[in-house]
């Protein structure tokens, strides 16, 4: 009886073990995984980084070896090349104005929509909603005909106006409204509060975590653009930096190329810098898609 | 009183929702509108006082345009290697990363940075990294995988899986966390009965966890078709606007843009605008009804 008890023991204890060693194998399987996904995900940009500190010949003969010594060349020859201060002011102009309107026209808009009293609400509802399925291709000629017709050609307003707006937005600012208590209005309007102090005061406040998602969203989408500013910018001193870049890449000559390495980690800082600061809101405004 | 009362909130309301009126009617109703007409018309960009209306000449060049036809195929081989290839990335990895418990969100973190990188940054450092002088042919090189260099941008097959493969590494990062999302949301207990019930965890993905997933699965494909279909960036970048001696890199966008504003004629772009809007239209509503039977 003692004998039988104590071999079961044994037996549980040694599968406890193995169990234990499976589960411990399993996880180095799983974080192996996970690591060499890192690499992979991480390997370009410190390829980036890496010829950025190179000499131009050594980029074209050496790519899988470190820098001979650091070389700053790269950073400070590229800013003889390129007008970069303008690059910068052009493209953080027109970003920071595609964000700002975008935030105050798709909240003014959602909050009309879901909280104020507008004819044909349903109806205007639905062609937001419906609105978010037209492929952008389908407007690329036309608009551009229009934009041609205007005289808005190489202009920041270009770039700015015809996506001041999106139906995606607007869908996201409804999604963040409807769930916002109406109580809190109706208090402000027994206080004797307007409709335009309520929203200001009242509702744009509550809203800074969606507000956050749609400038994310507009800044973003306005910095890494490259088909509009293709289409629309004629002179270098409008450009922005994603055509800058672009165009300079034919440009330089390969015992130069330092320089576009450079300036490539030049355009991609400032954006990774802003997501470190503000990951939680990055990841939630790609994803915070009506997915609940 | 309260009548006064409700035509001031109306009149609020009119002003708020204005901004979408504008927006709606000038730079989507008014250029949909042109892109019809356009398509009907024989139009220089430079001189549209001379359009002429051709009827369904546009149509029919555009139908029966090979090279309309190539960007059509070379989209799709890329979109499905794309988007397979995609799938299985971020689902492995939101299953392992759920599994996980410790340090899931710093490899959250790493996998997202390429979604805020430029698709121009991107795609040059990719095109130096897979050239025949980058640091992968020449690993390859080395270890006599490969006998000589590829110039992979040149050839009939390669340019469409590559670039598939940039756009997973690419776009992986945000489907992840969508599949994050949607796993979180799963009952724990049905998972625990399965596995009382002896199922093997393969058996418990196919027949439990995936179908449970479906809403994401469904959201992240129609994006997919969407925004992929309309690739430009990473061709135009890397390629001529005939996509390479054999077209091979060439898509429909490209081939607009081609057309449109190399060639002036902006009736033929806007029906390839057209068609392609439909195709993805049709492809979002077949991949909708497809997912849906298999409810």
Same mark, same amino acid.
């Given at each position: 009886m003692a004998t039988t008890i104590t071999s079961s023991e044994n037996n549980s204890r040694h599968l406890n073990n193995k169990n234990k060693s499976i589960k411990i194998l399993v996880n180095i399987i799983l974080y192996g995984i996970l690591l060499i996904g890192s690499i992979i995900v991480l390997y370009p940009f410190f390829f980036m980084i890496m010829n950025s500190f190179k000499v131009g010949p050594e980029i074209m003969n050496a790519p899988l070896a470190l820098p001979k010594s650091i070389n700053f060349g790269g950073y400070t020859e590229v800013f003889n090349s390129l007008n970069i201060p303008r690059l910068f002011f052009n493209t953080i102009v027109i970003a920071s104005s595609v964000t700002v309107l975008n935030v105050l026209f798709s909240s003014m808009v959602a909050y009309a929509i879901v909280k104020q009293d507008v004819p044909y609400k349903r109806l205007t509802r639905n062609i937001i909603l419906a609105s978010m399925m037209i492929p952008s291709v389908l407007l690329l000629i036309p608009t551009y005909t229009m934009m041609f017709n205007w005289n808005w050609i190489n202009t920041y307003r270009v770039l700015i106006i015809p996506v001041s707006l999106s139906a995606y937005n607007i869908f996201l600012m409804i999604q963040f409204f409807t769930q916002i208590d109406d109580a809190y209005l109706e208090a402000a309007r027994i206080d004797g509060a307007n409709e335009f102090t309520i929203f200001t005061k009242v509702v744009l406040p509550m809203a800074k975590p969606a507000l956050a998602t749609i400038g994310i969203l507009a800044f973003m989408g306005s910095w890494n653009d490259f088909l509009n500013p293709l289409l629309y910018l004629r002179s270098d001193t409008k450009f922005t930096l994603q055509i800058a870049i672009f165009k300079f890449r034919n440009a330089i000559p390969g015992v130069h190329i330092e320089q576009l390495w450079a300036a490539m980690v030049l355009v991609s800082l400032p954006v990774v810098i802003i997501y470190f600061f503000m990951q939680k809101n990055f990841i939630k405004a790609f994803t915070g898609v009506g997915l609940k | 009183m309260s009548k006064i009362k409700l035509t001031s909130k109306r009149k609020w309301g009119i002003i708020f929702v204005s901004p979408w009126i504008i927006y709606f009617l000038v730079f989507l109703a008014y250029p949909m509108s042109l892109a019809f007409k356009n398509s009907f018309l024989k139009i220089n960009l430079i001189q549209p006082e001379k359009a002429t209306f051709v009827g369904f000449e546009n149509w029919i060049k555009v139908a029966t345009d090979g090279l309309f036809w190539k960007s059509m195929f070379n989209i799709l081989y890329n979109q499905s290697i794309f988007i397979g290839l995609a799938f299985i990335i971020s689902l492995s990895l939101a299953l392992i990363l759920t599994k996980i418990k410790f340090g899931g969100s710093i490899f959250r973190t790493i996998y997202f940075i390429p979604m805020i990188t430029s698709v121009v940054v991107g795609m040059l450092i990719f095109d130096y990294i897979s050239s025949p002088t980058g640091p992968i042919q020449q690993i390859m090189l080395q270890n006599g995988w490969i006998s000589e260099g590829v110039f992979w941008k040149t050839t009939k $097959? *390669?340019?469409? #899986?590559i670039i598939a493969i940039f756009s997973s590494w690419k776009w992986f990062g945000i489907q992840m966390i969508i599949f994050i999302g949607g796993l979180a949301g799963i009952d724990k207990q049905v998972? &625990?009965? !399965? &596995? +009382?019930?002896? /199922? /093997? $965890?393969?058996? =418990? *993905?196919? !027949?439990? =966890?995936?179908?449970? *997933?479906? #809403?994401?699965?469904?959201?992240?494909? =129609?994006?997919n078709i969407i925004n992929g279909f309309q690739m430009f960036t990473e061709v135009f970048i890397n390629f001529d606007l005939l996509g390479g001696p054999y077209n091979s890199a060439l898509t429909p966008v490209m081939y607009l843009y081609q057309k449109g504003f190399q060639n002036m004629q902006m009736g033929e772009a806007s029906t390839i605008?057209?068609?392609? !809007?439909?195709? +993805?239209? +049709? *492809? =979002?509503?077949v991949q909708d009804k497809i997912l849906k039977v298999t409810e």
């Open positions: - | $097959w *390669l340019p469409m #899986p998972l &625990e009965a !399965a &596995e +009382i019930d002896g /199922s /093997s $965890w393969i058996n =418990t *993905l196919f !027949a439990i =966890t995936i179908p449970l *997933l479906k #809403p994401q699965i469904v959201f992240v494909m =129609t994006m605008g057209i068609l392609l !809007a439909i195709v +993805i239209f +049709i *492809l =979002t509503k």
